[in-house]
């Protein structure tokens, strides 16, 4: 049994109306930086100019073939030596939510309730992600976090942006940042109340997307990227059938991998 919605809206793409094309422009930084999955390993990306964001189709196609968004950021990896991250998706349409995993993490947060609210500013967002960052990832580019940063990072006013709020009796303990897609959701960044780890929050998140996926008649849910080599990354291959982007083609990556 999923946990109930206040406000499940099948058709928030009707929100996400056609916008008028205009040519991208693709640029890259002259200099490598530091990879942040991969020790020993420079990174680069090829990613849009900031003049001409691409409009929602553009960005659905962009998201086919690879791109991923971060605020305003479009961007695709693009490493010199390096072909490690692989976009992944997760076959909304098939995936088993009655599996024995699913099934029993479904059942533990069956009291919570999921609210779909547009992408907008809070204190009660910030402070929650604020918590989160110092708490789990203390260690990663995003410490020490700021209202800044987050708003750079998570808050972005276009039509086709989301929060998934999960909530315990109104007191808001997860949120995925999603963005909705042509053929698929896309969840940008999920934060959550470290203390509730037990609960699975951020895998619970996924699949509330899943679910939302089906009744939109929306094929996929969009991970981000997968990388072999990175433990922060292997726990995506839980959600099968999962598909990567191998730079030409979408192919299946078993759980066995």
Known sequence: MLPRSNQLESGILDDATP??????????LSEDHACSYLPNHKANSVFLDHET???WQQYSQLTRIGFRRSGD????????QCDACLSCRVKSDEIDLTSKRFKRILNRNKH???TLVKSQFSEEHYALYEKYINTRHADGDMFPPSQEQYQNFLVYSA???YFLEIRDNGVLIACCVSDALDDGLSAIYTYFDPELEKS??????????????REMNL???YLGYWIKNSQKMHYKVQFQPLEIFNGDNWQSLPAQV
């Open 19 to 28: 916008d008028t094309e205009q040519s991208i422009k693709l640029l890259t």
């Open 53 to 55: 964001p691409p409009s």
């Open 73 to 80: 950021h479009f961007y695709r990896p693009h490493c010199k």
């Open 112 to 114: 919570l309730t999921f």
């Open 159 to 161: 039509s086709y942006s």
């Open 200 to 213: 699975s929050l951020g895998t619970l998140a996924v699949l509330l997307l899943c679910k939302m996926a």
């Open 219 to 221: 094929p996929y849910v």
